[in-house]
């Protein structure tokens, strides 16, 4: 069973930078889509960035023009560039498959605090 460990997340000021990584324990090659998910306080897990084996990419319109989301198989990492970032942005962040439930329920890791604050 592959599991992940997210990386890279720290306190930062409205408009800043961060890039996130994502490491599987084992191979993401059949993996079809990889996705990044984010939980604020409170709210659901959501989905705000995928990719797909053959470089497609898909992101949520919060996100759209600000995040970019990296694979590399070789390498069993998924990455998330994040600039123009916002206090709305603050959450913990998680790599997975999309979808996970059926065979990645279990390969969730600790997650990565993001805090967008001044």
């Known amino acids: 069973q592959v599991q992940f460990v997210e990386s890279g997340g720290d306190l930062v000021q409205p408009g800043g930078s961060l890039r996130l990584s994502c490491v599987a324990s084992?191979?993401?090659?059949?993996?079809?889509?990889m996705g990044w998910y984010r939980q604020a306080p409170g709210k659901e897990r959501e989905l705000v960035a995928t990719?797909?084996?053959?470089?497609?990419?898909n992101y949520a319109d919060s996100v759209k023009g600000r995040f970019t989301i990296y694979r590399d198989n070789a390498k069993k990492m998924v990455s998330l560039q994040m600039h123009s970032l916002k206090p709305e942005d603050t959450a913990v962040y998680y790599c997975?498959?999309?979808?996970?439930?059926?065979?990645?329920?279990?390969?969730w890791g600790q997650g990565t605090q993001v805090t967008v604050s001044s």
């Open positions: 084992g191979s993401i090659f059949s993996i079809y889509r």
């Open positions: 990719i797909t084996n053959g470089g497609s990419k």
């Open positions: 997975n498959a999309d979808p996970y439930y059926s065979d990645y329920a279990d390969a």
